[in-house]
């Protein structure tokens, strides 16, 4: 099963490039890297622990 790779984040709304850093949490919710510490990792949609995004090559 693939991660659903956002584009945007779901806080800010800022664009995130599939190569850059980007916070994901089990249900997939998907944050950038400013909001990820101002959240201290926490998810506020499901109260999940934010990680680090794995990173694909663009196509």
Same mark, same amino acid.
Request: glycine share 0%.
């Given at each position: 099963m693939a991660l659903e790779m956002r584009e945007t984040c #779901?806080? @800010?709304e800022v664009s995130?490039?599939?190569d850059g850093p980007a916070s994901i949490c089990s249900y997939e919710c998907t944050f950038c890297a400013d @909001?990820? #510490? *101002?959240?201290a990792a926490n @998810?506020?949609?499901c109260g999940g622990e934010l990680v *680090?995004?794995?990173r694909r090559k663009a196509a």
């Open positions: #779901e806080r @800010c995130l490039t599939t @909001c990820t #510490e *101002a959240m @998810c506020p949609n *680090a995004r794995p």
